[in-house]
């Protein structure tokens, strides 16, 4: 695509800031409101974004490319910051907008860190769990109309403070769920929304807004401000949590509560600290002028029915906490004892509708005296009823705090009822007790579904108390064995939009809802069930002419519209392709393969079946499925069908890139792949299931997989194990699929000769070797063969360990001659016998360290770690002390050592099994005392193991049988070497 002008225009568009948000990604912090663009600036973006893509004739493609993709996040992130309104009106006004695809085109394209930055909508993850567009929508900070749109009393601010300071808080009630997930994942990871928050609700700090915007009402920044400061005070207004404990005892009748107390943490120091500070003792609600002059605060609870307070016992005035002046205004006052936490047992039998926290403190008055000085500063309000939660791990106790993942029952007075429709539920009687005391008559009922209270006044308690048990998720149903969705879920959807060019279709991804039948909302019990259970107790709704319409009294007709799913006051407002479908049974599928046939059939009006013909070429891959077009020329959905042909198709990548299928089987027949190339290999396993497409992706486990061959003598055949690829990763569960080392070839290719002692020779035939030596399949000219050939071995009677041959053989050239002809190690003798006698590090690595001047080569460091693998050892881990004795043998001087030492720390820290950065800052941090430390504390097991093995401890392996087993889990271990790390040094 040519570069137009405005393109050019686009690409110098407030190229200062661009580069600014370039380097903010590179460090860490993709905030586009880090940026402070005012609205004028935003104008120069849009607008310039506008011409390039009329430019090109509402063409926006070219925008998904390096060059444009960091201007297109700030142009995004912004405009949702400006004129995101809620999900009902989510591109209005906007010149771009992207489908799920290329937002994650975006993320790469821009070098955002999509693993860090974006979020899951669910603790029960698949694909469609990920949040791209809200991700994105954070990195702007807040949505101001949409939060300007909000009823004041809407809790979304408040809940997001609470989450700024700590708070355990969810978000369930919350209508706009997917986004408010983002939301808070933002915060809670302290990513863009908490330093968006931070720069706000701190002094001090620069607000994250340009200046003139702050000043400019049009914007709604100025309001939005006020809200977050309202919302704030409101969040911070309560210093302590209270949670009600009742243990309920059901064959007594009988309920005994406590009352836990926490006091909340906020920042000191940039973490969250539990303390009481200055600036809140000195605040109208507490009044204490002058804190720094009061030595101890104590805190007690008292209990209040109306105007009236009940005494509670002779240890009513026992403090429930007591905290001491640091003397500081920067951490004010700290627990006595640590203690910020208490329970509160003597709860009064009396009925009571208040509980109060009282703060008493000493003062000293001008004449010298001391007098005692109290204050109430939180109420907490007490109803007649209140829902509890089964407490984890307890047969009997239940919590007032919300748990969605436990049983739950609500506890009512005697002055309320069940509502008209639950008077049959199940109620007992029960009463709460306090040593002889008993309190009146209060319900007990269990919540199975919904429960609807009446109060005295004859109205109903509102919201209902739910059983919300649990997750629950809305999804179209999905027919995974013949269609194959885009992210697991979606369809490609194409329509004229009239806002832009009406000769050009639009792209977008969407949910296909084959019938009404065809939507399925989903209780999951916990956070870690993988299977739903179908809910049918719900609420639907379509969208018509912007207002929401009840299915049930009108149907939709084809095409795209919106839903409005209601289960339990939870609104889900999915975006669906809607396609009329009528099953005539529950089996019945809209769309399946007739794969006797070779078609692919429907049960949809106006839809033809498709007659398939696959083609068996070996270099033209036929696509994985066949498109099926539902729709007019306006608005369609493209749905990508399997093919209907059961069939294995094993491809391979040459060292050009070029791939060619290399065979084609039946399901009854076995696939063999060498395990020396194996990642060059493909498969596509056409079958009843649809398509699943495998990369053979070789790594270290393959070859811990296999024997260790550390004997020279083992017999050849050694080298024809094979292995089920199901048996090695489970990566590839595939028992037809078998890696093996090498085979009994008819034809033999790259064939060549070798006696140790001269340069291997290109022969055509293994029978051409008449001396002691080994005929092995080179790959120094042709890396790419399709079958890996057994070796041909010919030995003396007297075997590798002859006079002559230990005489003329060279270790290190041959591990150099190996590595040049690109194959196993394992199959020569003298590396087996090297590597038997613990002499690698003599024999190879130091030699070739002195043949490079103590600098190794890439190629050099990556032949090293592959012949490590190979022979399943690891040189880190070899004994510290063989390394230290092997230096002090093979440095002349001391200058000579410290070169050595530098050069293997060196070759150490260029290891392929750092798993990240982290990990690779934490290997550095560790090498700096491989030479010395000789203790560690308590660390994980892998670690521990590694340290042992470094400190040569006899029973280092503990569980593991051999060194490959414990491989197994050190290499892909994501947390080994951050552990190492925290090894010591203890002298004298």
Not at 171 to 190: G, P, T, W, Y
Not at 193 to 198: I, R, W
Not at 365 to 385: F, H
Not at 575 to 601: L, N
Request: aromatic letters at 12%.
């Amino acid at each position: 695509m040519l570069e137009t002008k405005e393109d050019i225009l686009l690409r110098n568009c407030l190229a200062d800031k661009v580069e600014q948000f370039r380097q903010n990604i590179n460090d860490g912090r993709p905030y586009v409101w880090e940026l402070r663009l005012s609205m004028g600036e935003f104008c120069k973006i849009e607008t310039a974004i506008a011409n390039s893509i009329f430019s090109h004739s509402g063409d926006y493609h070219h925008l998904l490319s390096e060059e444009y993709a960091v201007i297109v996040v700030i142009y995004l992130a912004e405009w949702y910051k400006r004129f995101y309104k809620g999900i009902d009106t989510a591109d209005e006004s906007k010149v771009l907008s992207f489908s799920t695809d290329e937002l994650k085109k975006l993320y790469i394209l821009a070098k955002i860190d999509s693993n860090t930055f974006v979020y899951n909508a669910s603790k029960n993850p698949d694909k469609t769990s990920y949040r791209w567009l809200e991700s994105l929508q954070v990195l702007g900070g807040l949505a101001i109309q949409a939060e300007l749109k909000r009823n004041e009393n809407d809790p979304l601010l408040l809940q997001l403070c609470k989450i700024f300071y700590g708070e355990e808080t969810d978000l369930d009630e919350l209508k706009d769920r997917n986004r408010a997930v983002a939301l808070k994942e933002s915060i809670s990871r302290r990513h863009s929304l908490y330093h968006f928050l931070n720069c706000i609700l701190c002094k001090g700090k620069e607000l994250p807004f340009a200046i003139s915007d702050t000043k400019d009402e049009a914007t709604g920044i100025p309001q939005l401000l006020h809200r977050i400061q309202v919302a704030n005070k409101l969040a911070k207004k309560n210093k302590f949590d209270f949670e009600w404990i009742v243990a309920y005892a059901a064959s007594h009748n009988r309920m005994v509560r406590h009352l836990k107390v926490k006091l909340k943490p906020e920042e000191i120091g940039g973490g969250k600290k539990q303390y009481i500070g200055y600036d809140r003792l000195m605040s109208p609600e507490w009044g204490i002028e002058h804190p720094e002059e009061v030595g101890r605060i104590c805190f007690y609870l008292r209990f209040k029915d109306e105007d009236q307070y009940l005494h509670t016992s002779d240890n009513s005035d026992t403090p429930i906490f007591k905290y001491d002046n640091t003397g500081s205004e920067l951490t004010g006052f700290l627990s006595v004892n640590k203690i910020d936490e208490n329970v509160y047992t003597n709860i009064p039998v009396e009925h009571f509708d208040k509980v109060e926290m009282w703060i008493k403190y000493d003062i000293t008055r001008p004449d010298g005296r001391n007098q005692t000085l109290s204050r109430m500063v939180q109420v907490e309000k007490v109803a007649d009823y209140m829902q509890v939660y089964t407490i984890p791990k307890t047969s009997n106790k239940f919590t007032s705090k919300r748990n969605s993942q436990t049983a739950t029952a609500v506890i009512f007075s005697t002055a309320y009822h069940l509502a008209k429709d639950y008077i049959n539920l199940p109620v007992v009687f029960a009463h709460f007790r306090n040593g002889d005391k008993c309190s009146q008559n209060y319900y007990w009922c269990p919540i199975n579904d919904k429960v609807i209270l009446v109060g005295p006044d004859g109205k109903e308690i509102l919201p209902p108390f739910f059983n919300r048990n649990g997750l629950y998720q809305v999804v179209t149903k999905q027919y995974i064995k013949t269609i194959k969705y885009k992210d697991n879920y979606f369809v490609l959807y194409k329509y004229i939009d009239t806002d832009y060019d009406e000769d050009e279709m639009q792209e977008d991804c969407i949910p296909v809802l084959f019938g009404r039948s065809g939507l399925e909302v989903r209780h999951y019990a916990t956070s870690l069930s993988i299977e739903g259970e179908p809910v049918s107790d719900y609420e639907l709704e379509w969208q018509k002419n912007g207002r929401y319409v009840d299915w049930n009294l009108e149907e939709p007709k084809q095409g795209a519209i919106r839903l409005r799913v209601t289960v339990k006051d939870i609104v889900f407002k999915p975006q669906v392709y809607y396609v009329p479908f009528s099953p005539s049974c529950s089996e019945q599928a809209p769309i399946w393969r007739d794969f006797e046939h070779m078609r692919i059939c429907t049960a949809l009006e106006g839809v033809e079946d498709i007659q398939d013909d696959f083609k068996k070429l070996c270099d033209v891959q036929e696509p994985d499925t066949k498109q099926l077009v539902i729709g007019n020329k306006n608005a369609k959905i493209l749905i990508d069908v399997y093919r209907p042909i059961i069939l294995r198709e094993l491809s391979q990548i040459n060292k050009k890139g070029h791939k060619k299928i290399v065979e084609f089987c039946g399901k009854d027949k076995d696939l063999y792949v060498p395990l020396i190339n194996c990642s060059q290999f493909s498969l596509r396993d056409f079958s009843e299931n649809g398509v699943k497409e495998y990369q053979i992706k070789s790594n270290s486990t393959f070859y811990y997989a296999f024997p260790t061959f550390n004997d020279p003598n083992l017999s050849v055949d050694n080298y024809k194990c094979e292995l089920k690829a199901s048996e090695i990763t489970k990566e590839l569960p595939l028992d037809y699929l078998k890696i093996y080392i090498s085979r009994v070839l008819d034809i033999q290719t790259e064939l060549y000769a070798w006696n140790y002692m001269t340069e291997p020779t290109l022969i055509a035939n293994a029978k051409e070797l008449k001396e002691d030596g080994i005929v092995f399949q080179s790959l120094i000219s042709d890396d790419s063969p399709r079958h890996y050939a057994q070796p041909y071995i010919r030995k003396a009677k007297a075997g590798w360990g002859g006079k002559k041959t230990q005489v003329n053989t060279d270790p290190l050239n041959c591990f150099e001659t190996v590595s040049l002809h690109k194959v196993y190690y394992f199959l020569f003798t003298p590396l087996i016998k090297v590597v038997k006698s613990n002499n690698q590090i003599k024999d190879i690595l130091f030699p070739l360290m002195k043949k490079r001047e103590f600098k190794l080569t890439d190629s050099d460091i990556s032949n090293l770690y592959r012949f490590a693998v190979q022979f399943h050892f690891d040189w880190m881990l070899l004994p510290r002390i063989l390394w230290v004795s092997s230096i002090e043998k093979f440095a002349q001087d001391e200058h000579s050592r410290q070169s050595c030492q530098k050069a293997v720390l060196d070759f150490f820290s260029k290891t392929p099994k750092c798993t990240d950065n982290k990990e690779k800052t934490c290997l550095s941090e560790f090498l700096k005392i491989y030479w010395s430390f000789n203790s560690y504390p308590k660390v994980d097991d892998i670690a521990e193991k590694s340290l042992q093995l470094i400190l040569d401890k006899s029973d280092a392996l503990g569980k593991y049988d051999n060194m490959k087993d414990f491989l197994k889990v050190y290499d892909p271990c994501r947390y080994k070497f951050s552990e190492m790390s925290r090894a010591i040094v203890i002298t004298g």
